[in-house]
């Protein structure tokens, strides 16, 4: 032990008398350099503070700066979630009054920091489980797509083809109760056989009501904007058929033609452009001259239809089938929905014994079986993007009948995707057979093309003026191609010839 010590404290001499050698050496080279140097090194040591600070000084500015980014971040963000449903509008408004780099940040966060989730824009669904099921599990159509609930919120929208978007909205509306809709109705479609192609298919839910109407239009413009982006199909269940004026809206290419369908036993158009509601919604769409449109009705009954009115709209080029005609001849329709990219449904076009469910039921109307025929009609297009099914009124409905019905037409416009075939004449593959008919009375040649898989007929349709926006083809039947045959001008040809000039 006593050894131990003893080597111990001859280790701790010789440490300190190494350290006394080492300050001797640098005391010794530093007379040597001499003060200069010295002087040098403490202004070397002064600046490589100085620049340190400045560092400092620059992370602290930038942590300033992002804590106020983030602080204007949280804020649009707080502001965004308690009044979701304004979307655009409410930024526009907001930023208004605000000048400079302002208004562009803001506009940088709304669309760079906010980026698109419908979790904002949508209730979950909430359905009571039903009492009994007429189908085995594996067989329902709840059972065989995605819901949107809040254990399973909304995630990536790309993984699927057809979105459910409910939109409980009639406050445009006399048909008061409508927007109890999109629950009636879901729950009746959950009910029946799964679709026969395997589809993918999410329920969103609700679209949150907005503080006013307007605000649920954006929404719906907002989201059906991003499903066509995504390419998913979106079948809209009102809710009032105003709400076409937001699927409308989310339509951007102004230079491009669209083509919008309704089918309505009136038609809801007074060229009185005012307050929007699901009576005049139209003035909003056909009269506007900015859009290139084109626009049908289906279905519409004459002792509600405006005879001025009805022949403005015919002098626009556009038109509508009265429903005496559409059901003598329902096939005429298909060439009509084939080439539709928006089709909006009201359940009034339908007979009161059939859909009792509106506020305004006429004993005349198409029957379900024959609604049903043109929503498969619709559904066997290539050329559409979006299905509104709207002013069905559970509070006035009769056993759920109308719900059930309104169910029934969405389960058939699946039944035509399911059968669908894209064809497109333009492509010249072989598919097809051309027909030439020359009509002397008007000194132009019509040419047909008809499908040798599917029989469907199309019409060239001469460009008057050079514009790429206007389709080159419409389809037609046919009966078209004999009329032609026999020196009659198809009333589909002039109308789309004239619309053209």
């Known amino acids: 032990m006593k050894r131990d010590k003893r080597k111990k404290g001859k280790r701790q001499k010789a440490k300190g008398k190494s350290e006394e050698r080492r300050k001797r050496k640098v005391n010794s080279r530093q007379s040597a350099i001499g003060i200069s140097a010295v002087s040098s090194w403490q202004r070397i040591k002064t600046s490589k503070f100085k620049e340190r600070k400045k560092k400092n000084a620059t992370k602290t500015q930038k942590h300033k700066d992002s804590q106020r980014a983030d602080t204007q971040y949280f804020i649009l963000i707080e502001f965004f979630e308690s009044s979701c449903l304004r979307g655009y509008n409410y930024f526009y408004e907001w930023t208004q009054p605000v000048t400079g780099n302002i208004l562009v940040t803001f506009n940088f966060i709304h ?65 008061k109760g409508c927007s109890q809709g999109p629950d009636k109705i879901r729950a009746s479609l959950y009910q029946l056989s799964k679709p026969k192609k395997k589809f993918r298919i999410i329920d969103l839910g609700n679209i949150k009501q907005g503080e006013e109407v307007d605000d649920t239009y954006f929404a719906l413009r907002d989201v059906v904007s991003e499903l066509l982006q995504q390419k998913v199909f979106p079948i809209v269940i009102g809710g009032s058929q105003d709400l076409t004026y937001g699927v409308f809206n989310a339509y951007e290419k102004k230079d491009a033609l669209l083509n919008l369908v309704t089918i309505d036993s009136r038609i809801d158009w007074k060229n ?89 039921p006429s004993p005349n109307g198409f029957y379900g079986e024959e609604i049903c025929q043109l929503a498969k009609y619709a559904g066997l297009s290539d050329n559409l993007q979006v299905f509104g099914i709207f002013e069905t009124n559970p509070t006035l409905d009769i056993n759920n009948q109308s719900s059930r019905l309104a169910a029934q037409i969405i389960w058939y416009l699946f039944e035509g995707m399911t059968q669908k075939i894209v064809e497109n004449p333009a492509e010249r593959n072989g598919r097809f ?69």
């Open 433 to 501: 057979t051309k027909y030439i008919v020359n009509l002397s009375g008007v000194g132009k040649d019509i040419v047909f093309y008809k499908s040798n898989q599917t029989e469907r007929w199309w019409l060239k349709i001469p460009a008057r003026k050079t514009n790429s926006a206007k389709p080159e083809f419409i389809a037609c039947t046919y009966e078209d191609y004999v009329k032609a045959s026999s020196q009659e001008i198809p009333d589909r040809w002039w109308k789309a010839f004239q619309k053209q000039g």
């Open 111 to 175: 669309f760079y920091l906010l980026p698109m989730d419908l979790n904002y824009y949508f209730d979950p669904v909430s359905l009571d489980k039903p009492g009994f099921e007429l189908l085995p599990p594996r067989a329902l159509f709840s059972r065989n797509i995605s819901i949107h609930t809040p254990n399973t919120p909304v995630d990536k929208l790309n993984n699927y083809d057809v979105a459910i978007v409910g939109v409980p909205e009639d406050r445009n509306s006399p048909n």
């Open 272 to 360: 009185d452009p005012g307050q929007i509601t699901s009576q005049n919604y139209l003035d909003q769409i056909i009269s506007r001259k900015d859009r290139l449109v084109q626009y049908f009705n289906i279905g519409h009954q004459d002792y509600f239809t405006d005879k001025k009115l009805l022949n403005q709209l015919r002098k626009k080029y556009f038109d509508s089938f009265r429903i005496g005609m559409v059901r003598s001849d329902i096939k005429e329709m298909e060439p009509v929905l084939r080439d539709a990219h928006i089709v909006s449904l009201d359940i009034g076009s339908v007979r009161q014994s059939d859909a009792p469910g509106h506020f305004n």
